[in-house]
Every structure is written in C-alpha cells, then in structure tokens.
C-alpha cells in the first residue's frame, strides 16, 4: 500500500483534516510572499512543508503507517509556530497577512496536537502500523 493509499483508508473525518492542510499550510503561506513583513515566514513554511513531505513519507517505507508519522511535524512546525505566533503579535503587521498568519498558526497547532498525542501513544508502547495500512 502507498502512503497516499494509506492515507485514503482513513476515516471520512481525516480525510477532510488532510484537505484543509493542504490548504491552510501548504496552499495559504503561499500567499505571505505578497508582504515585506512577512515573506520570511511563507519561506520557512514552505520549507517546513518540503521537509515534511520528504520525511514523512520517507518515514511511511520504512516503519508503515504508524503514529510516530507525525514526529517530522513536532520537530520543525513546533518552532515554526513560535516564530507564527511571535510574528502575528508584531504591532506592525498589516491586518491581511496577521489574518492569515493566525488560521497557519490555527491549523498547525491542531495537527500538532494531534501528532503530539499519536507520538506519546507511540512511546507508551502502540507500535503497530495501523490496520490496513501495512508496507508491501
């Protein structure tokens, strides 16, 4: 099985999770070039985004479809959404790119909420790959 394949045997809710990330955090920072205050931050999301793409992935063939996936997520969007959140509360930022800026930030604090609890599951000992989702 692919890790898009995995990806799409998980339930409808997931499913909708992943849409809304590719847009709020791959589609959306795209937007933050437009500004001088904020082109920074779309390069390292961008970034981020590009080094998660490889890894997770990368990760998927070598140990399945399990909830240390998310680690890549916690490594570098844990940062990032420092440097998000210390940005947004600049007295100078123009109200488009702080709108936009706070659904980023909204949304990456989700997923690592999310990947965050699936890691520690992970350390406590839920190692196997989930169901129908092994690596041929």
């Given at each position: 099985m692919t890790f898009s394949e995995a990806l799409g045997a998980q339930a409808a809710w997931l499913s909708v999770w992943f849409y809304w990330l590719a847009i709020a955090v791959f589609?959306?920072?795209?937007?933050?070039?437009?500004?001088?205050?904020?082109r920074a931050a779309a390069a390292a999301t961008v970034a981020s985004n590009l080094f998660n793409a490889i890894a997770v992935p990368w990760m998927y063939s070598q140990m399945g479809y399990v909830k240390l996936l998310g680690l890549p997520h916690i490594l570098v969007w844990t940062p990032l959404a420092w440097y998000l959140w210390r940005l947004i509360n600049q007295a100078n930022m123009p109200v488009w790119p702080r709108r936009i800026l706070m659904v980023v930030l909204a949304t990456l604090l989700g997923s690592l909420a999310f990947d965050t609890v699936d890691m520690v599951r992970y350390v406590l000992g839920e190692r196997m790959p989930m169901v129908g989702t092994l690596v041929n």
């Open positions: 589609i959306l920072p795209l937007a933050l070039f437009i500004w001088r205050e904020t």
